[in-house]
């Protein structure tokens, strides 16, 4: 069963950008913005295994990512959770948010056989929903 509130599920349905935050090698945190998707339980991202972010993940899997509503920037979601990574063969994912967010494949120019890709599945422990001007009245 998911944490995330229904009423926030367009959120997650949406072409926003997650930001995403791990703990660096010195505690420190380190925060980018990415493509992401949802299947119903996790949010989803691609990463290049040559990323600082990756080795932050395999070091301490703790994360944490906010998305702003793009219709509404007052409403927005913050999840808190642990990550599970697997590799994206075939680049059957990157592919799949490149669709979602451009209308089209990864190009070659963007990423080819030689890079190693990983998709991160985010376990929700926490969700912080934001809505503090959403109206929430009843019709009379």
Same mark, same amino acid.
């Given at each position: 069963m998911s944490l995330i509130p229904e009423r926030f599920i367009d959120i997650l349905q949406s072409k926003a950008l997650a930001h995403v935050a791990t703990i660096g090698p010195k505690g420190e945190p380190q925060s980018s913005a990415i493509w992401f998707d949802w299947d119903g339980t996790h949010i989803l991202f691609a990463m290049k295994k040559e990323r600082q972010k990756y080795r932050n993940l395999l070091r301490d899997p703790r994360i944490a990512v906010s998305i702003v509503d793009p219709a509404n920037p007052y409403r927005s979601l913050e999840i808190r959770g642990r990550v599970r990574i697997e590799e994206d063969r075939n680049y059957r994912f990157i592919n799949a948010m490149s669709q979602k967010y451009l209308n089209r494949d990864t190009t070659? $120019?963007? @990423? @080819?056989? $030689? $890079? $190693?890709? !990983? !998709?991160?599945? !985010?376990e929700a422990e926490r969700v912080m929903p934001f809505a503090p001007f959403q109206e929430d009245k009843k019709e009379p």
């Open positions: 070659a $120019e963007e @990423g @080819g056989p $030689e $890079e $190693e890709r !990983v !998709v991160i599945f !985010v």
